[in-house]
């Protein structure tokens, strides 16, 4: 069974020997050899120079021996079509920031797979780097998610000014997420039409909400989009962080992949969600320590998933930069050394 044919049997929801791992952010600071690629191009240069996003998506694949390569790129790509300002420096700086309902006037109409066509070119030279036979993923930011950056969301304690624009100016914030919602559709079959085995939707800042706000505004938008993306047959994934208290609303949708951050039980997962497959889901602050407990937690998971009929391995959110790689090394080898039971 290649790489690739055991990822997509997992998403499936069938039950393999092996357990498939990849992690989220797996192209990034905690390796050299980034570092090494970075100290000639901006994060921005690196997104738009296909050759280059494709080399560092190859480099955890080829480092670390993952069973999946991610396209690198970043969910706020989405947002520069629309007439919106945004740097890297080295978190996103966007401009100007949605205050105002009348500034929902402004976004300039576009098309997603022609404006954003040089991440289908990275996917390309992605697929010829790392061969047809390992899974090549794609991704877009959630609706909720980029609609919170775009109101000046950038940490916990900004994240007011984003339900203060839906509380205030509800039908604009819809319109907004209702646009967004139809670019991330565009967006993701282009990148499956470039050569994305499957896609993930990360809707980070969801989590925040309550049940009732994530019903209103995140879950139509989320169910949406893959909706879309299950009658055109691609294969998809959700992530939620913080999602403990909305896994129930999260079986709602027809994503093939659930994933789940560190925080749900996943023994508790197992029970709402089955049967679809689930993914995660290990504390990316546990790589930082020592390498046994790094393995000790990440048995406990195998062990507890070791008979769920499509089960992926990943860190329940992205991988830190103050990461070992040692450390990854390890993880990796540790899972791919587990045999499931049924």
């Not at 690739?4 to 998403?11: P, S």
């Not at 300002?85 to 402004?106: A, H, T, W, Y």
């Not at 949708?253 to 497959?277: F, G, T, Y």
């Not at 992926?312 to 070992?324: K, Q, V």
Request: hydrophobic share 45%; glycine share 6%.
């Amino acid at each position: 069974m290649t790489k690739k044919e055991l990822f997509l049997a997992n998403a499936r929801g069938e039950w393999t020997e092996q357990t498939p791992i990849w992690i989220m952010r797996q192209a990034g600071r905690y390796l050299p050899e980034y570092r090494e690629i970075k100290k000639n191009m901006t994060f921005e240069q690196l997104c738009r120079t296909p050759k280059a996003a494709a080399e560092v998506t190859a480099q955890p694949f080829e480092i670390l021996g993952l069973d999946a390569a991610i396209i690198f790129s970043d969910i706020l790509l989405i947002l520069e079509p629309l007439g919106v300002s945004l740097k890297f420096d080295p978190g996103p700086i966007i401009s100007p920031i949605l205050e105002r309902p009348n500034q929902v006037e402004n976004f300039r109409e576009f098309d997603a797979a022609s404006k954003l066509s040089f991440v289908g070119d990275a996917l390309v030279e992605a697929r010829k780097r790392i061969g047809e036979d390992i899974p090549l993923l794609g991704f877009c930011g959630a609706p909720f998610t980029v609609f919170a950056y775009l109101c000046g969301t950038r940490g916990a304690k900004d994240f007011h000014k984003t339900v203060q624009f839906l509380a205030n100016y509800p039908n604009q914030g819809k319109q907004v997420l209702e646009r967004l919602a139809t670019l991330s559709i565009q967006y993701l079959k282009m990148q499956a039409a470039a050569g994305a085995d499957a896609v993930q939707v990360f809707d980070t800042w969801a989590g925040e909400l309550a049940e009732d706000e994530f019903s209103e505004w995140s879950l139509p938008y989320l169910k949406r989009i893959v909706g879309e993306l299950s009658r055109a047959g691609i294969v998809s994934s959700i992530y939620i962080k913080g999602s403990y208290h909305l896994i129930k609303r999260m079986n709602d949708m027809k994503a093939n992949i659930i994933s789940l951050d560190w925080r749900v039980p996943m023994n508790e997962a197992v029970k709402v969600l089955a049967p679809k497959a689930l993914q995660g889901n290990l504390d990316p602050h546990l790589l930082l320590g020592k390498r046994e407990l790094v393995i000790k937690k990440a048995e406990q998971i195998l062990e507890e998933m070791s008979s769920y009929p499509g089960f992926i391995f990943n860190l329940g959110h992205g991988i830190l930069p103050e990461t070992p790689v040692d450390n990854v090394k390890a993880l990796v080898a540790t899972v791919h050394n587990f045999k499931r039971t049924r």
